[in-house]
């Protein structure tokens, strides 16, 4: 073993000798650490695609030398991980931040020392206010909410109950749900909660089932949460539709809550998940099949969507960096803020000096569990 | 009616999780007085090792088995490598070893396991069993059955058996049950095999319910804990009550207050009993000999 890292290390210096030119970008993500399930994906996802793309030649004949670090959920490491980043590593850009926490103590660094950030977390306030230097790839939870009480509007339900876990994403989802909620005439009829690690809700839902006039329940949060959320909804027979959010997108989620359980479960997601459902002509489809095959292929599990806001990352960052032909944060940053019709596996981004997001409420697309598989909702 | 009822079997369910748990401390603590903060990891450990034995082709029952041998084998190894090597520590230093060991475990648990939340099915199936208008799921009455009988196990265990009382005695004096001929370094091995192999049974019943992760670990030793500290720290039946309680006022405070209150109330209620009963209640009372 030792040996071998011996000898790795000897080739890659070996390697970082001859290629003479190579952009440097760097990484941190969760990998371990509560919310390693996110970052786990993230983190094979660039390393795979970063390979793939020196095999390929790299950009404008330059090779990609990725530095990715491990900062375990922390908002501290991952500070300090940006800085060394920044100062040793001497980056030209940063993918990372993949909980909100450590996205936001990423934020000044970058903009301290002027390197363009694309961060992999999901809160609003990470480009809103718009911040020179930083950029993000997955929805905001805003956006979640918003796309639920649409599809919520268009059924014709107007009382709903809500049930949220007390984690990060759970609290705030609910937040953000609950500053939306009135633009679309629905009104939250009862607001219960969980613990992240609780085993039971039927407490709660019962709370909600004998709740006068509730006609659907929301469900913000992910982990394992939803899936028992799910699963005592159905032991308790509420006859009501079941919304979850974007947090459980995953194929994993029908496995824990069970396929009969999550029959009929509702829930904003991306077009990652349903890759093969989508028209022929939509632009997403050839973009999100490949790196589900990539994906398969390498690691032998279908992706999840947390690994397709790292994919998409890594695409815009390279989309700049030939477009810009210099590696130099300055243009890369200008470069990824020309970003256009650039279609990813969360939507088709388009950037403005006004908008480092990119794509609006259309790009979620709304699926519904069948018979243990999704569904687009028409 | 019903709302009382459901709230009642959603705290046993609860509870007799917590309680399994709970019951995982006690034979460490009667063997050393050491609170085994890595108890939770047995309990992640017997359910990791269920599911990928499950998902390698194994049936459930042979996958089950393997991960209760494998976690007591855990268990053996701590005792053997962490525990033993530190004896003639203080009991604070051991108990922070098991801390320590606990996120040992955790760490080595994602790098031969994944970071993936897992499940496999339950016993008998999903369909709820209706009592008096409320429900509960077949799974629940597993762990329940699995708390009972360990706790009636672990009775007959520290009551009627002679290796019973070889632990209790260990605990009371090491050098006194040395003098009358109980090999202490047996009992310790024994007991951290014992302890690992009941945190195992418990992840094997209660995975179909809460799902695993390899991170679970902590959460479960901390109401575990709690639930022994309620029933008496090192009493098998008071961490079977203690458990069930702790489920019950969680799943009632969050029924009829609040759920954001649920493990507030559980704490406040854990406080007022230790501060009338300190030794929980069914501990038994130190006596010291001046």
Redesign the interface.
Known sequence: MKTLTALATLAALGLAGTAGAEIRIGATVSETGPAAFLGDPEAKTLKMMVEKLNAAGGINGEQIALTLYDDGGDPNKARTFATRLVEDDEVVAIIGGTTTGASMSIIPVAEDAEIPFISLAGAIEIIDPVKEWVFKTPHTDRMACQKIFEDMQAQGISKIGMISGTDGFGASMRAQCLEVVGDYGIEVLADESYGPTDADMTPQLTNIKNTAGVQAVLNPGFGQGPSVVTRNFRQLAIDLPLYQSHGVASKGFIDLAGPEAAEGVRLPGTALLVGDLLADDDPQKPVVTAYVEEYQAAYGEAPSTFGGYAHDAFAILVDALTRAGSAEPEAIRDAIEQTAGLAGTTGVVTMTPEDHLGFDLSAFRMLEIKDGAWTLVQ | MA?LM??L??GV??GA?YALVALGFTIIYNASDVVNFAQGEFVMLGGMITVFAHMAGLPLPLAALIAIAGTAAAGVLLNKLAIEPARGAPVVSLIIITIGASIFIQ?VA?LVF??????F?AFSG?T?IRILGA?I?PQSLWVLAGAIAVFVGLWAFFTKTLTGRAVLATSNNRLAAQLVGINTNWVMTLSFALSAAIGALAGVL?TP???I????GI?YALKGFAGAMLGGMGSPIGALVGGILLGLIE??T??YLS??Y??AAAFVVILVVLFVMPQGLFGRKSTDRV
Do not use: C
């Open positions: 709302e459901q709230f079997l959603s369910t609860v999780v760490g994602q994944d970071k993936q939340l897992h499940r099915p999903d709820p429900t799921l209660v319910i809460t799902n992760s390899y991170g679970v959460a799943a009632l969050a029924g759920s954001v649920k493990d």
